[in-house]
């Protein structure tokens, strides 16, 4: 039997990831993960209290003991500073999976080690196997719906192998079941929506708040002035809704296909597979890491471009400069600098990587 800090968010997945590893007779301990709290008096709902005492009512229905685990400066450091400086640069940045890779399995693994623990335990929908040779692979999760194997994409070996994902190898609604089964506390508690850890926060209020708008021009894709934006980093490549500029025809939207830098102008075009910026099959992945065997030669694989896209074939090549060259079969509409690639084969995350630049 092992020694298991588990990750209590005060949702019903970690509580019931926590009743499994209890029942399965492992050393149990609930770590509630303090990252954030909503000091600046951003608009939204910062449920953070409300979760701690969630997750330590779970902790005192399965007897276990419950810690409050202070890790708010260096989410601070990793992932709000990392969000920001995105955001002003103009990219759009992932905080989700920054938060697996430097939060979850980073300082609090780190913590958890110090601490003597073997594993920690979360409710991500992923599965974990190990290999013959001793090492370990993260596959998607037995649920198709709610498989969040993309949000691990940028996880490497010795974090994997101390990783546990007891609701893996379930659907939704048998989590549910076991949580009733043991008459949890979060049994019938909604999923949580918004940004890692900070909320239901709307990323424009949050933005707002330490990004100060920098309003410019939003141009076609021949350069006519269309409108306004109110700054760059409150728009993503795609965007059908919130640019404020009407379509002329019928049935068919204006969407963000651009966004120039120097210029500080917004690039809207028609919703269509042949508008100049909005499909591509050609781009660069950097910040590549791979969860057990690397990509080493010209190979075609799979990769997920956003969380609720589906894997799509492509053809990777390592780069000596240790990025990748990444051809899509397929055109894929709004690849986004700064968005994370998750890379696969037969159901088994590879790893992943952040689009840097994309070939038009």
């Known amino acids: 039997m092992a020694k298991i800090l588990v990750g209590l968010s005060g949702g019903v997945d970690s509580s019931v990831a926590a009743a499994l590893m209890v029942e399965q007779g492992h050393e149990v301990v609930g770590g509630y993960m303090k990252n954030w709290i909503n000091t600046d008096n951003i608009p939204g709902d910062c449920p953070w209290e409300s979760d701690v005492d969630d997750a330590h009512a779970v902790a005192k229905k399965l007897g276990i003991e419950f810690r409050v685990v202070d890790l708010i400066d260096q989410y601070q450091e990793r992932i709000v500073d990392y969000l920001l400086e995105g955001y002003r640069s103009g990219i759009t940045p992932n905080p989700d999976v920054f938060c697996n890779r430097e939060m ?53 070996q010795h974090q994997a192998k101390h990783a546990l994902f007891p609701c893996g190898e379930m659907l939704k609604p048998q989590v549910r079941e076991v949580a009733e089964r043991f008459d949890l506390p979060t049994a019938k508690k909604k999923d949580s929506q918004g940004i890692c850890f900070i909320g239901n926060v709307k990323m424009s209020d949050f933005l707002r708040h330490y990004v100060p708008d920098r309003p410019g021009n939003i141009v076609d ?23 404020g500029v009407a379509s002329p025809r019928e049935g068919m939207a204006y969407v963000v296909v651009g966004k120039n830098i120097e210029k500080n102008e917004l690039v809207v075009g028609y919703d269509e597979p042949d508008t100049r910026g909005l499909y591509t099959q050609q781009c660069v992945v950097g910040t590549v890491s791979w969860v057990n065997k690397p990509v080493t030669s010209k190979r075609k694989i799979e990769a997920q471009p956003r969380y609720r896209a589906k894997g799509e074939p492509i053809w990777a090549t390592p780069r000596e400069d240790g990025k990748l060259d990444v051809k899509f079969v397929r055109p894929q509409r709004a690849i986004t600098p700064g968005q994370i690639c998750a890379f696969y084969e037969n159901g088994v995350l590879l790893g992943g990587g952040i689009f840097e630049s994309i070939e038009h």
């Open 104 to 156: 979850k399995f980073g300082v609090f693994l780190d913590y958890a080690l110090s601490q003597g623990f073997e594993y920690v335990a979360t409710g991500h929908y992923a599965r974990r196997r190990e290999r013959e040779d001793g090492t370990v692979d993260i596959l998607r999760g037995a649920d198709t719906n709610k498989d969040q194997s993309y949000f691990l994409a940028l996880m490497e």
């Open 221 to 243: 894709t021949n350069g006519k002035r269309m409108g306004r934006h109110k700054g760059l980093h409150l728009y993503t490549l795609g965007q059908r809704k919130g640019h």
